[in-house]
């Protein structure tokens, strides 16, 4: 089983800025540390990196295909100061829990998830450049854990971002990515695309991250908040069945890019299945491989009409293009649940809505909205109520009007 990244905040942490918590937590660092074992006072450094929702592109991005989320306005945030020896010492608020390690061997079996993730940062940071002391620091998250939000991809790149102006280590952004994702596969053991950490690292305020998980060429796409909305709708369903689900899918993905190869040897992956291939000889294959390649080569159509609207302002194109990217996810992929069919049924249901879907790898977790500011309410209300009618309990919502950026204060 991979680590658990932080904990949900408290409840009353929606109406804190990002500036409040930078401060407190600079404010109450020296707290969380015993005086006897306190380095030498320092600097201490700042970061912080944010969760995300992906808006269109639903498992194109381990097909080597084009995706298109943004960040929210929820993030992981860690202080950190130098040591004068080479021990780290780390502590979580939202778990409660700290530990304390030689920066040279870390325990990994015997830390707990939180911590795992940020010594996986740290080992990997080691193994590229120097980190020539120990460091302290302290973490608080609050993107919603289990929601697909992509808690840990924010954590490792808040501990990257972090490490590297601790120590002047000077990474590049789409580095920085790339070994955060490393840290996903060698120490959480999950073999996830690299979409959550370059929206994390890359993404930016007021903009859509328009990704070729190729290439990694990356466009910012301006995102309008200023008469819409984002509403984040969590389903509170476990994403038990997720990792593998996930694993399924990849699986059967791959016997599809085997099938494609026969006619096409420049098939490498199914970012490279054109619409014509896939109606050529798609039907010959099991109907559930057709089903599954039919949707990353139409998700992939999606993404890139999507930017698109997004570029010519069009949100009501674009909200068209979220509810076919449900359909296919729920019909065509089978990631989807009663639950999200439910939130989705709802939002589409409600004036003022402009498209929603799932969002995250699915069987659990959250529906993403685009809904004009003045239907906020109305659609937070549509949504509690048809929730508690349906299944018995309130959903968690979250309404995103100003998204973060990754930053080092």
Known sequence: MPPSPPQDAPSNDTTRSASAIVDELRSTFDEHFDPAERSDPGAITVAYAPGRVSLIGGHTDYNDGFVLPTTIDRAIFVALRRRSDAMVHLCSLNMEEAVAYALHDPPFDDLPGWAQYAAGV????????DIPSGFEGVIYGNVPIGAGL???AALEVAVALGLDALFGLDLDATATARLCQTVEHQYAGVECG???QMAARLGRSGHALALDCRTLDVEHVPLPLDDAALVIADSRVSRELADSKYNER????EKAVAFFRQFDHQVKALRDVTPALLEGHGARLPDHIHRRARHVVRENE???AGVDQLRRHQLEGFGRLMDASHRSLRD???VSTSELDALVEAAQATPGVFGARMTGAGF???IVCLVRSDAVAALRQR?????VESFGRVPGLYTVQRNLEATVC
């Open 122 to 129: 740290a080992q990997e940071l080691r193994q590229q450049t």
């Open 150 to 152: 992509s808690s840990s």
């Open 194 to 196: 690299i979409m959550d």
């Open 250 to 253: 990849r699986a059967e993905c």
């Open 302 to 304: 999606r993404v890139r």
């Open 332 to 334: 065509d992929y089978a």
């Open 364 to 366: 659990g977790g959250c």
């Open 383 to 387: 949504l509690t109520d048809r929730y």
